[in-house]
């Protein structure tokens, strides 16, 4: 299974290479529906809390690799995409509904180089209820945005497949070239914004924005990325404030301490709007000490404050660290950072989802009991938080973790694995939760 999470020793290889998704799925019957009875293990007493797998990926028509993570949707059903698998080996978009006290997984859509192939970001309900996301290539290998919505007339079959709508094909230049982690995100106004890894005018990426027009969608560029220390490959999406700022993270470019990194260590940015035209400022640069190579997606309060994490770096004493969850502050004019936790064996490379009693939950693509990953709660933020392991995948029940986690509104936590379960060969993935 290959993990498309970027570390600093691959700023130099090819797009292509970096991204390659290969999936060795073996010999699995292809199944229309798979019903897992959900896995029950018990979590630490003190935390009154259990894990469950709620879907053992197979490579079949349900897929490969979660590493867009879930949607919560209407009625509690959880909606996401797999990376690979489905019959063509492009990837699938599946909802997953509960019944009693199973789960059931029904592939909305089967991707094929035609539509887009490799849908490595998630899916997101627009204002109009339909689900939107990306693909990594296309026909032009470039990538996509699209949109899914369910048949028009009733379906009476078992097994109801989502018509699907590509908005917008990348070309590589000028408006950039395989969208990576992305969760789009949409502006009162119904425009769609997310992120390139690559292409552009320079070729380090872009911040696009999809504005509805004549029944389609208009493309337009807010930023060109690797045009000297304004951040190099922006892997995860965006997100909005209440004043139409536009935030997110490169992994690479900014300023950096080579000796630290081995390469520029990545930027925060925040783009402004400006007398018809887009303004980049650059929040953060790290350097090592602070953290390096920021993969996730930021989540923003109704303060203002923003927060995410880094794939590596950060210090414990005077050692070197292994991911930090971090925030930015408004603060005159600008934003103050701090390091709100510094991983000693984590690499926490999605971000991380708040409860309303400020509370983080993430994931660890790599660390825990067995090597194979663990989540995490960090607790009492307003000072230093304190870590609390909430499971150790085992690689029978997953391995890999990368996507974030989400909640729903009775505080239970769902995710994704790229690896590990019983469902194929060496590990499709699998869909978990934590119910409090």
Sequence with gaps: MVSRRITMADEERSTASIFDIKWQAGTVALALVVVFAATVI???AAQAQTFSVLHYFTG???GAGSTGGVTV????????????GGPYGEGTAFKLIQVHSSWVLYPLFEFDPGDGDNPIGGVVFGPNGALYGTTFGSVENQGTVFEMRPPLSVCKAFLC???????HTFTGAPDGADPQAVNLVFDQAGNIYGTTQGG????GGTTFELTPSGGGYTASILHDFGN???GNLPYSGVVL??????YGTTVFGGTGTPEECGTTCGTVYQLVPSNGGWVENVLVDFNGANGRAPNGNLIIDASGNLYGTTDSGG???GNNGDGVVFKLAPSGGGFTYSALYTFSSCNPVGGVVMNAAGNFFGVCATGGANQDGWIFELTNCSRTCSVVDLHDFNGSDGAEPEASPVLDGNGNLYGTTVAGGTGCYEGCGVVWEIAP
């Design 161 to 167: 497949y989502w018509n699907e709508t590509v908005l």
């Design 241 to 246: 404030d209440t004043a139409g700022n536009v």
């Design 228 to 230: 000297g220390t304004d």
């Design 200 to 203: 552009g005018i320079y070729g």
């Design 42 to 44: 018990a979590a630490p």
């Design 315 to 317: 210090q414990i004493g």
């Design 73 to 84: 949707g209407p009625s509690g059903v959880l909606y996401g995409t797999a990376a690979g």
């Design 60 to 62: 079949g028509l349900d």
